[in-house]
T-cell receptor, first 113, second 112 residues
């Protein structure tokens, strides 16, 4: 039973436009959500996070939105750049120190020239 | 700082052989994790450790063992490799489970 779902395996977006990556979760105990970016042949790297007390967190071109009632979060990238082409993983965790992070299956983003 | 390093980067094993993957971190993190990544499956947690001398099972622990004898090292062992263990293995560490995890570059393992 997937607790963190990324239902779009891939997404193609024109350079300069907005990329929107979606993520749904089922566990209402999750309090903290993260996005990771992964290039081929490299380990994932942290991108941005949000705690459940907020509904938006922004860092430069990246904004994460959280809708707790819908158990849904999204990552917006504006404007999209060629270097944004990567696999993006959504992840969720509780706020206890020993809670595990659960990852989604990832969405491959292609930025088209 | 080197961050999180993994040894080796690549390995090919025959069915039934054993091997140990080494993960080292120089950030004094308490928490360390081993994941495997397979096509279409995302990152799945194999085993993790919340401190030196402690280990716990993750989502897919069967066929693997781990040890955390030193805070900076987390070893993943395969006692008798199977083709189903062909995967890319990532190690990660963090100072608290809900904070960002720092990942190593991965080990690509093929079991024939």
């Amino acid at each position: 039973d997937q607790q963190v779902k990324q239902n779009s395996p891939s997404l193609s977006v024109q350079e300069g436009r907005i990329s929107i990556l979606n993520c749904d979760y089922t566990n209402s105990m999750f309090d903290y959500f993260l996005w990771y970016k992964k290039y081929p042949a490299e380990g994932p790297t942290f991108l941005i996070s949000i705690s459940s007390i907020k509904d938006k967190n922004e860092d430069g071109r990246f904004t994460v939105f959280l809708n707790k009632s819908a158990k849904h979060l999204s990552l917006h990238i504006v404007p999209s750049q060629p270097g944004d082409s990567a696999v993006y993983f959504c992840a969720a965790s509780g706020m206890n120190r020993d809670d595990k992070i659960i990852f989604g299956k990832g969405t491959r983003l292609h930025i088209l020239p | 700082n080197a961050g999180v390093t993994q040894t080796p980067k690549f390995r090919v094993l025959k069915t039934g052989q054993s091997m140990t993957l080494l993960c080292a971190q120089d950030m004094n993190h308490e928490y360390m994790y081993w994941y495997r990544q397979d096509p279409g499956m995302g990152l799945r947690l194999i085993h993790y450790s919340v401190g030196e001398g402690t280990t716990a099972k993750g989502e897919v622990p069967d066929g693997y063992n781990v040890s955390r004898l030193k805070k900076q090292n987390f070893l993943l062992g395969l006692e008798s490799a199977a083709p189903s263990q062909t995967s890319v293995y990532f190690c990660a560490s963090t100072d608290a489970s809900y904070n960002e995890q720092f990942f190593g570059p991965g080990t690509r393992l093929t079991v024939l």
